[in-house]
């Protein structure tokens, strides 16, 4: 099996990278090597890492900084760039977006959690006209994983996603009527374009924050991104482990 393994990261102003607290790690753990093999044009920041692990072929591609601000890319035109680039020129059998996520008490997710997106939306797409309105929603549902999900014991929660890291209230009814347990920045994103190329996709996020939790969202996100990652980490390679010899139908 083929697998793409994408993580998006993003660099706040206070410096703390996704791409070492959560890609890199990974990278280390499979003893993947950066390949500079021109499969994108030279223009564009992404970086590929690929290697051999346990019989999986594995690629990690993560978007690289801004050529301006020196920040990660990050957000949904980024995620459906690098998705759209990735899979055209590696043809995987399998894309996980692995990432982190804010989490919501109310729909029962806690710091650290790991959890698979059963469904994904976007939450600020507002377009108030009919049948508009529902395409901006974009609500689709990924492939179902029972049997990875209860070797691993992970939890199950919908996906919604936003460009922003905060939530505005008109976010936040939007994201309600999602039914979402779990918030991003690209996983709608990710799937929209795996679905266009029939790639089946498992979106794995890691809660950094609680954002009905009473905390501003960008102090409990630093606190916590270290743990978050780890956790992602442990959860990643015990995926990739558990899909050693499976077909998507054992899933």
Not at 56 to 80: Q, R
Not at 88 to 109: C, E, M, S, V, Y
């Amino acid at each position: 099996m083929k697998l793409l393994v994408w993580h998006l990261h993003i660099t706040t102003s206070q410096q703390c990278c996704w791409s070492s607290a959560e890609a890199l790690p990974l990278v280390e753990a499979l003893k993947l090597s950066q390949d500079d093999t021109l499969v994108f044009p030279k223009s564009v920041p992404w970086i590929k890492y690929s290697g051999i692990h346990d019989g999986l072929h594995i690629h990690i591609v993560v978007p690289g900084k801004d050529a301006v601000l020196g920040v990660d890319n990050v957000g949904t035109v980024s995620g459906a760039l690098v998705s759209y680039a990735a899979i055209q020129a590696l043809q995987p059998d399998l894309l996980i977006n692995a990432g982190t996520a804010g989490g919501f008490k109310a729909k029962g997710a806690c710091v650290g959690d790991v959890f698979v997106a059963t469904e994904v939306a976007y939450h600020d797409r507002r377009i108030p006209i009919p049948i508009f309105d529902k395409y901006g929603v974009g609500a689709t549902k990924t492939i179902p994983t029972p049997k990875l999900v209860e070797a691993l014991g992970l939890k199950l929660g919908k996906l919604s996603t936003g460009n922003s890291l905060d939530m505005s209230p008109q976010d936040e009814e939007v994201i309600k009527s999602n039914d979402a347990t779990i918030k991003d920045m690209e996983g709608a994103a990710v799937a929209y374009v795996a679905n266009l190329f029939s790639v089946p996709a498992i979106l794995i996020k890691s809660v950094t924050d609680i954002i009905d939790g009473g905390r501003p969202t960008t102090e409990e996100f630093l606190e916590n991104l270290s743990m978050a990652a780890d956790a992602l980490l442990k959860t990643g390679i015990c995926v990739l482990k558990f899909l050693n010899g499976k077909s998507i139908a054992d899933l």
